[in-house]
């Protein structure tokens, strides 16, 4: 993929553009695509999203971390797991840690910290979204579930805080099955599990 073969017209029609840092991370051409499209839809007023999806087999540490550091810098909603920005930054703490995403230039940092949760909010106002108790089998394509559900309700309306709270629920609910695309639950499932949850 190549910067000529982003469908521009399609971004600039969008409310969100979400990328991913595999699609960065799997040639030159495809990381220059991927700022392509960042730099149109901000050119065009949407909001960008973007999950650093951290994976060391494709890319060193050194590459890895100035190209999602750039690209956490340009985006609207940052959306990293707990795991990949220790690796990225050295710290622990989650706290610190969406501090130094903040710092990077994040407009505003969704932490995802598996089975405890979520943390998410801008330099305002944070907010620590608990976890769900569920029969963990499968946690295949959890985040890729979070990522979607949250911009899917970002896009429908909600807020940051609504829209972590119940992309968090959905992804819950994905680890109760097998693979990743089987188990995504419908809305009645994630709005039941948050209501038992309240």
Known sequence: MRPVDVPVELIEQ???????????????????AVFHAIERARAAGVKVTYDPNLRLKLWDLQRAKAVICAS?????HFLPSLDDVRILSGLDDSEAIHDWCLALGAKAVTLKIG???ALTGDA?????????????VDATGAGDCFDGAFVARLAAGDSIFDAARYANAAAALTTTGYT???????????????????
Do not use: F, N
């Open 72 to 76: 956490a810098s340009l985006s609207d």
């Open 180 to 198: 990743a695309i089987e188990p995504i639950p419908r809305p009645d499932a994630v709005r039941a599990l948050l209501d038992r949850s309240r």
């Open 14 to 32: 969008s409310k969100y553009l979400h990328v991913s840092g595999i699609s960065q991370a799997i040639s030159a051409s495809a990381c220059d």
């Open 124 to 136: 305002a106002r944070r907010q620590r979204i608990p976890g769900h108790k569920v029969k963990c």
């Open 115 to 117: 089975p405890d949760g």
